[in-house]
């Protein structure tokens, strides 16, 4: 059991838990993730690692509500328990120290990218953000990116905040304008880290993706996470979940992502019905 | 055996084999000739006593033969369901020469199930004091089970780890709860708890803890037992469709996160309506009867070769056919097709016939030019085969490993190439039985005690 010692909102259904997890944090390096189910009925929810921190043994984990599960895990307060986390899982990422790495983040993907920021801060790289959200209220991390950044550019859907517009569209400027990191990092919803991908190739930069495949195990069983990349189907969960963003098959994995689509929208609706629907005001 | 009816069964998930009544197994027992020669013994990869506790069952005493299958088999109410008893114990058994051999299998099953329900099966088991050592089990499939238990048998403090949230292994996620009812592996497992095993769930050995820190943690040896979890997929084009399943997600969704209870349980399955199961395994039947189990209309197995060369047992075969399952043979899966949204809408098959032996004796399977043929299907599930699970052993450097990332050991002791690792089940061999995994899980459990008994100087 994994009792949650501290609940945030960090904006509308975008949520931040922190558990002790001490031999998680230990293990754990940026670009991994874990798998939790929060009760004996629940689903395995693979969540990437927002922040570990070895000295506490303090795991954080970010999560957006999108369907039951991770709205009955926001639900949670501090206090309350989560009954299973493995990890850490998946290949960590080789970070090393480079001249310059661009980070494009969008939505709840911030939180998985701030680790990755920071180790390439700390080892002295140069790191340009590029943080997109739906609204200024739906951006969140932007203290913690700002601490680990060089310099950081915000873009919004609404204009609300920063760009008014895609994060890849700063991008796609930067690299127009002769920037040219070692290294793109793209994490946020699979349309988004196409969508950088088609940037960075026209001018040949390196880009990594992180994929959030549906997966059950997470420990290279299933395959259900399975992903073509190059012509070749991997196992996110084990070989990824970072992957060379010019060599996914965005489409195919895009597909893939619907295949529960009907189940989870029942699931949804029907706890959403039993439970009277947020209870946030309550709080 | 009594059998739920097949009409009846093809709708509900509860076991299918009823098991005997105390009438049946003593008639049955009585069948036995106690032949001097006890070839089934010899037989049963762990060895068990089966006169003797056919005997028991004779003279109506059900627990004493429970106790007596105990000695050998930690896990008989298991065994007793999923054994492939028709190659090992029944297939040597003497009355089976001229006619049916005695039904060990099923007598073995009776007796678990009979303490089960009227004695109390964790009574005998002896907890380990923990003085002869502390072993990490790593991995609580039946190879691990029984390492475990036969460790604490031997006075030893046994962690046992597995990386999901339950204990099992294959018997969990893989071997639906029709064959094998997840009650009787939590029975399994309580009784290696009472002999003092400590188990411990959600720990991935290689990522949450490594190798090297159990060993600085303490342990004198480590077991590895991890299976072979790896599916293959098709390796053509539509794989990566939707509604296309490996058999390990299908099961595993199904079985071990209970998706049949969908929306009770939060796991989703989706099953269509006409479904194909590409292998001719006992994996390949389980996918199969599970799709029936969930709503499918029509539930078709294709396989490359024909029915005599099916890998799965006869009985579970059997029990398809009387389910309504059907049998494409001697065809194989060319592409899957898919619909303008990414699904499955069909599954393109050639026949194939039978060609030269190949190097498992059996004939090769060879395409027959220019007859492809379309299966109406939405659903392809691929029970094709497993691989060891590279997950934990290539996290341990230097250990030696075969052409297909099964573990090398040496056969006697069960030990790898690097001293106090230990491996054996699926993970050594390759995808193979629950008793050939317990087998080599109890005789790795002897090799490590030797190992730690010369390392610590008692000697042999």
Redesign the interface.
């Known amino acids: 059991m994994y009792r949650i010692l501290k609940k945030e909102m960090l904006a509308p259904k975008i949520k931040l838990i922190q558990v002790y997890a001490p031999?998680?944090c230990t293990?754990a390096r940026p670009g991994q993730f874990v798998i939790l189910?929060m009760h004996e009925?629940?689903?395995?929810i693979p969540l990437t690692i927002a922040d570990s921190d070895r000295d506490t043994g303090l795991l954080t984990l970010v999560f957006q509500e999108v369907g039951?599960?991770t709205t009955e895990l926001g639900m949670l307060s501090e206090g309350d328990s989560i009954?299973?986390?493995?990890?850490?899982?998946g290949t960590a990422r080789d970070i090393e120290k480079l001249d310059c790495v661009v980070c494009v983040a969008g939505g709840v993907g911030v939180a998985p990218m701030y680790p990755e920021a920071k180790a390439y801060h700390l080892l002295g790289t140069r790191v340009i953000s590029l943080i997109g959200a739906q609204t200024k209220d739906m951006l969140i991390f932007k203290d913690r990116m700002e601490k680990v950044s060089d310099e950081v550019y915000y873009s919004t859907d609404d204009g609300s905040f920063g760009h008014k517009g895609f994060v890849t569209e700063i991008l796609c400027k930067l690299l127009e304008d002769g920037l040219r990191p070692d290294e793109v990092i793209a994490i946020g919803p699979l349309p988004m880290m196409r969508a950088a991908a088609r940037v960075t190739e026209r001018f040949g930069v390196k880009t990594v993706v992180s994929l959030n495949a549906i997966m059950?195990?997470g420990?290279?069983?299933?395959?259900?996470c399975?992903?073509?990349v190059d012509g070749e189907?991997k196992f996110s969960c084990?070989e990824g979940p970072a992957f060379d963003g010019h060599k996914v098959d965005f489409d195919?994995l895009i597909?893939?992502q619907?295949?529960?689509l009907?189940?989870?929208k029942?699931?949804l609706e029907?706890y959403l019905a039993g439970v009277g629907g947020c209870k946030c005001h309550q709080k | 055996m009594p059998k739920q009816q097949p009409d009846v069964r093809s709708k509900n998930f509860q076991e299918v084999a009823l098991g005997y009544t105390e009438e049946l197994a003593v008639a049955e027992a009585n069948r036995c000739i106690q032949c001097p020669k006890k070839p089934c013994v010899s037989g049963c990869p762990v060895g068990v006593d089966i006169p003797e506790f056919i005997d028991l069952i004779a003279k109506g005493d059900f627990l004493g033969a429970a106790r007596k299958i105990k000695e050998k088999n930690s896990l008989p109410a298991m065994c007793g369901r999923v054994c492939p008893q028709e190659t090992q114990c029944e297939a040597v058994c003497t009355l089976g020469k001229r006619g049916e051999p005695v039904a060990i299998g099923a007598l073995e099953r009776f007796c678990a199930d009979y303490e089960r329900m009227h004695g109390d099966p964790l009574s005998d088991a002896q907890r380990s004091d923990g003085s002869s050592g502390r072993v990490a089990v790593v991995g609580s499939g039946p190879a691990g089970l029984t390492c475990a238990s036969e460790l604490a048998k031997l006075g030893y403090k046994v962690v046992l780890f597995e990386?999901?949230?339950d204990t099992g292994g294959v018997l969990r996620?893989g071997i639906p709860e029709f064959r094998l009812p997840k009650a009787i592996v939590d029975e399994e497992v309580e009784y290696i708890k009472s002999q003092g095993v400590e188990i411990r769930?959600?720990?991935?050995v290689g990522?949450?803890?490594?190798v090297d820190e159990l060993f600085q943690e303490g342990f004198d040896a480590i077991f590895l037992g991890t299976g072979a979890?790896?599916?293959y997929?098709l390796g053509i084009p539509g794989?990566?469709l939707?509604?296309v399943?490996?058999a390990?997600?299908f099961l595993?969704?199904v079985n071990?996160?209970?998706a049949y209870r969908?929306?009770?349980?939060?796991?989703?399955v989706?099953v269509g309506k006409r479904v194909a199961v590409v292998g001719g395994g006992n994996v390949a039947m389980d996918s199969a009867r599970t799709a029936l189990r969930l709503g499918a209309e029509k539930v078709t197995v294709v396989y490359r070769r024909s029915r005599a060369e099916m890998p799965a047992r006869l009985e579970e075969i059997e029990n398809a056919e009387e389910e309504g399952i059907e049998f494409y043979l001697l065809a194989n899966p060319v592409r899957i097709l898919s619909d303008d949204?990414?699904w499955v809408k069909g599954m393109e098959c050639v026949r194939m016939e039978l060609g030269e032996e190949d190097s498992s004796g059996r004939r090769r399977p060879v395409p027959v030019p220019g007859s492809e043929f379309i299966l109406d299907v939405d659903t392809v599930i691929s029970a094709v085969g497993t691989d060891p699970?590279?997950?934990l052993v290539r996290t341990i450097p230097g250990l030696d490993l075969g052409r297909r990332g099964n573990v090398i050991i040496d056969e006697e002791t069960g030990m790898t190439n690097i001293p106090g690792v230990f491996a054996g089940g699926d993970i050594v061999t390759g995808s193979a039985t629950v008793i050939a995994a317990m087998g080599a899980g109890k005789a790795a459990a002897h090799g490590i005690d030797k190992y730690i008994s010369a390392r610590n100087g008692r000697g042999m």
């Not at chain 1, 009925?41 to 395995?44: A, N, S, T, W």
């Not at chain 1, 009954?83 to 899982?89: K, M, Y």
């Not at chain 2, 769930?201 to 991935?204: F, G, W």
């Not at chain 2, 990522?207 to 490594?210: I, Y």
Request: charged share 25%.
């Open positions: 031999e998680i293990h189910r009925k629940g689903e395995r039951k599960s009954l299973d986390i493995v990890g850490p899982l059950v195990d420990t290279g069983m299933c395959g259900s399975r992903v073509t189907v084990v195919e597909a893939r619907n295949r529960f009907a189940e989870e029942l699931a029907r | 990386s999901l949230h996620y769930l959600n720990v991935l990522a949450t803890v490594t979890g790896l599916p997929f794989e990566n939707n509604g399943y490996s390990n997600e595993t969704r071990l996160m209970k969908f929306p009770d349980y939060d796991t989703p989706w949204k990414g699970n590279p997950l």
